[in-house]
């Protein structure tokens, strides 16, 4: 057991990876234990954002980008377009999210600075429609805003693939180049037959 677990004050609070361990077996779109301290991580005081969630477990944090996540921010509708690409015709995905109109690609360190470039690169041909809609991407020396790790209010942000691993899967510039190139030819294709 972590030593952060074990509350040698009066006051006692609630085992959030208890609590995490109890609702993984129910719902698999929240986030596991491990998934917890692989988020935690990415700030630098781990312990203090633990002990955050562990007084209030269904808030959104906010984490920065850059050291063991980056994020790439896609408008709704584009971003479930390409997680549907990554997940039925290519690898999969690391953890994604939605808040405020926003799908949220988590990615590997390093693929904000490199994807923007990448996509200028990309010949999008004369298709009317054919190249994607602004990307937002969040690197170092930036923040995001993270679902909750239980359930939070409906309206916040939510988890549409959840952290489950201390280690998880993320993918690369070159992969999401892929999905972004696919799901955008994908919506031009649609765009002409209707």
Do not use: K, N
């Not at 074990?6 to 491990?34: K, W």
């Not at 991580?41 to 955050?52: K, M, N, V």
């Amino acid at each position: 057991m972590s030593a952060w677990l074990r509350d040698e004050s009066p006051h006692r609070r609630p085992d959030i990876l208890g609590l995490l361990r109890d609702e993984s077996r129910h719902q698999t779109a929240y986030v596991t234990p491990a998934g917890a301290e692989w988020l935690a991580s990415a700030g630098p005081y781990p312990r203090a954002t633990r002990s955050l969630w562990a007084a209030r477990p269904a808030a959104p944090s906010v984490l920065p980008c850059g050291s063991a996540f980056d994020v790439v921010s896609a408008p709704v509708v584009f971003g479930r377009r390409m997680l549907d690409r990554l997940w039925c015709d290519g690898p999969g995905s690391g953890p994604v999210a939605e808040h405020r109109s926003r799908t949220l690609l988590f990615a590997a360190p390093g693929t904000a600075q490199r994807l923007p470039s990448l996509l200028s690169w990309e010949e999008w041909g004369s298709g009317r429609g054919s190249a994607p809609p602004p990307l937002l991407c969040h690197g170092a020396g930036d923040a995001v805003t993270v679902p909750p790790l239980t359930p939070g209010p409906a309206a916040g942000p939510r988890w549409l693939v959840a952290p489950d691993t201390r280690h998880p899967w993320l993918p690369g510039p070159e992969v999401l180049l892929w999905a972004c190139v696919r799901a955008a030819r994908a919506a031009a294709r649609t765009a002409l037959t209707t």
